[in-house]
């Protein structure tokens, strides 16, 4: 018969679950690895949540949002809702045009590897 897991072991570890969501997604600024990451707290915090069936599939989604090659900008571009390229780095004079269309974001200098492709922008 299995003893049940002290409930300071499962506060520690639970709390160790939240910082390392928080962590990777403030690291590599993902909106929607974010979004996902505030239900997946919820549902971690909450017994009456803390199921498979609720789990699963949000830990799956929060691994999509944050390794997928797409993002959610909150940058206003021109045009309808669209997803439009990710550029990282120094954009050159033939990069300023297609950003003021609305077809590219610009990312900023530091690159980290887990940059997305695409972004969704409105």
Same mark, same amino acid.
């Given at each position: 018969?299995?003893?049940?897991?002290? &409930?300071? &072991?499962?506060?520690?570890? $639970?709390?160790?679950?939240?910082? =390392?969501? $928080? @962590?990777?997604?403030? #690291?590599?600024?993902?909106?929607? &690895? =974010? $979004? #996902? &990451?505030?239900? $997946?707290?919820?549902?971690?915090? +909450?017994? !009456?949540? !803390? !199921?498979?069936?609720? #789990?699963?599939?949000?830990?799956? #989604?929060?691994?999509? @949002?944050?390794?997928?090659?797409?993002?959610?900008?909150?940058?206003? !571009?021109?045009?309808?809702?669209?997803?439009a390229r990710y550029a990282m780095g120094l954009p050159g004079p033939e990069a300023i045009e297609p950003s003021k269309r609305g077809e590219v974001v610009f990312g900023g200098?530091?690159?980290?590897?887990?940059?997305?492709? +695409?972004?969704?922008?409105?």
């Amino acid at each position: 018969m299995m003893k049940p897991i002290h &409930s300071k &072991s499962v506060t520690w570890i $639970l709390a160790t679950f939240i910082f =390392l969501i $928080l @962590a990777w997604t403030f #690291l590599f600024t993902r909106m929607g &690895s =974010l $979004l #996902l &990451s505030v239900l $997946l707290i919820i549902a971690v915090c +909450y017994p !009456r949540w !803390r !199921r498979w069936a609720m #789990l699963a599939p949000l830990a799956l #989604l929060w691994g999509m @949002a944050s390794f997928g090659p797409w993002d959610i900008s909150f940058e206003n !571009r021109p045009g309808p809702p669209h997803f439009a390229r990710y550029a990282m780095g120094l954009p050159g004079p033939e990069a300023i045009e297609p950003s003021k269309r609305g077809e590219v974001v610009f990312g900023g200098c530091m690159s980290t590897g887990f940059e997305p492709k +695409y972004v969704w922008v409105w």
